[in-house]
């Protein structure tokens, strides 16, 4: 239990959007169309200029996020296993998460928007710490229909708690008002409880449907809509979603808790095919900056004072962070992965240079960041990077600095290592014969019953 008086402790809005681009943003240098909501934002908290997603995909990221750890250390955060196994893989219950550790510490705990950890029965919000979820267990669905897939058959991906719901709107506003709507409820039944609310929207990612698309739900025959969607439709989404944000932002004022209320937005990896990036090159399932590099926003008004962070921070680190800011403790026997990097954004500590680690696509992508120094495998193809100098990764040091290069890649194969292997079964059959979701054993209990895919 906090040692900290419930009604002082902070409450918590994580707003997490899905596919957004580093440069997608007003503050970030978008200029197509206007996100005043978060520019506002950004300018009354701390702007991240060196912030990370996990992975370049969604749900691996989000095991990161729930977890404080790399996602590789779970069967459901190799790349996008949920996808192809439905509920045959996700985040195990038993394992302590973000949500799970703050509700034990007396927060009320919510979870509106997506969720793509692992469909029913056995794995969902409810069974990972969230008291209360409205939204979508899987990884998209239309914004009119809230169905996953087109056609009358398809199946609607609508839920309140762990029963389907149906319910009229385009679905960024829908989880707009639901939001003010738990804030509010919050504040009526206990002033003394504080909440962490995860907002957790499906925009800007695919179908491309802006609110005032309803036509295009209507004739839609492939919810990817690879024949479909342009720049005009895609700052739709993006500014139907700073609304969104804005109306958020609003019920926290109108109950006079935005004070000693922390706002975090970020995104779950980089930006998808209409989406800006520059001046980074690549984008969404690419270690290249623009695929992994996100905007990332954070606000604390009676503690953080309005700055521009270059600070390197990754997803992983949002736990401890959260935990510290809220006075909970991690659970000792599944140590995060990340740091709390609140020391340093309230100028107590200076930062320290730190490592991360990325892999994808059965590890034909690797990167590793050190400093300014990144290393970068593709294919058979290995870079350096100075991202100080070269943000646009086009320059290889590789030759230049091959000490740097050894260490970088030696680095990158030590901590490999320490992760669950990948191989090319992942992508066919959503996860490796020896890494069946059935054959799980919590991490805490490896020591004395190895599990059988960990390498001694």
């Not at 095991?63 to 790349?79: F, H, I, K, N, S």
Request: aromatic share 10%; glycine share 8%; charged share 20%.
């Amino acid at each position: 239990m906090s040692a900290i008086a419930p009604e002082s402790r902070p409450n918590i809005i994580f707003i997490l959007a899905d596919d957004l681009g580093w440069a997608d943003l007003g503050c970030y240098g978008q200029q197509d169309y206007e996100t005043p909501n978060l520019d506002r934002l950004a300018r009354q908290g701390a702007r991240f200029t060196q912030a990370y997603a996990n992975s370049a995909v969604c749900s691996a990221t989000r095991v990161a996020l729930m977890t404080g750890r790399y996602q590789y250390r779970l069967p459901g955060g190799l790349e996008e296993p949920m996808v192809a196994v439905g509920n045959r893989v996700g985040l195990p219950p038993e394992h302590p998460t973000l949500p799970s550790l703050l509700k034990d510490a007396g927060y009320a705990t919510a979870l509106i928007g997506k969720w793509h950890l692992g469909s029913l029965p056995d794995y969902g919000p409810l069974k990972s710490g969230y008291e209360e979820f409205f939204g979508n267990y899987g990884g998209a669905i239309d914004y009119f229909t809230h169905k996953h897939g087109t056609g009358e058959q398809a199946p609607h991906d609508l839920y309140e708690n762990e029963t389907p719901v149906t319910c009229k709107g385009y679905y960024t506003k829908l989880l707009a008002d639901k939001a003010c709507q738990y804030i509010l409820r919050q504040q009526q039944q206990s002033k003394v409880r504080p909440f962490f609310l995860s907002l957790h929207f499906t925009a800007p990612h695919w179908p491309w449907e802006g609110p005032d698309d309803q036509h295009v739900a209507d004739s839609l025959t492939d919810l990817l809509h690879y024949d479909g969607g342009n720049l005009k439709t895609y700052g739709k989404m993006v500014g139907a979603m700073d609304q969104a944000v804005g109306q958020v932002m609003g019920a926290l004022e109108e109950q006079s808790i935005g004070d000693n209320t922390i706002v975090v937005f970020t995104s779950d990896n980089g930006g998808e095919r209409f989406s800006k990036t520059w001046p980074l090159t690549g984008q969404k399932t690419e270690l290249l900056e623009g695929g992994i590099r996100i905007p990332t926003i954070l606000r604390w008004s009676s503690q953080i004072t309005p700055q521009v962070s270059h600070l390197v921070t990754i997803s992983m680190d949002w736990l401890p962070t959260l935990l510290a800011a809220a006075d909970c403790q991690q659970d000792p026997s599944h140590p995060s992965d990340g740091v709390n990097i609140l020391p340093a954004i309230l100028g107590k500590e200076q930062p320290v240079s730190r490592s991360l680690y990325w892999r994808y696509k059965a590890q034909s992508q690797r990167a590793a960041r050190d400093g300014d120094w990144k290393y970068l495998k593709i294919n058979e193809n290995e870079f350096l990077f100075n991202l100080a100098d070269d943000i646009r990764e086009r320059a290889n040091l590789r030759k230049n600095q091959p000490r740097i290069f050894e260490r970088l890649r030696d680095q990158w194969e030590d901590w490999n290592r320490q992760q669950l292997p990948i191989t090319e079964t992942v992508f066919s059959h959503g996860v490796t014969p020896d890494i069946q979701a059935d054959h799980y054993v919590p991490e805490h209990k490896q020591r004395s019953l190895p599990a059988p895919w960990l390498k001694q």
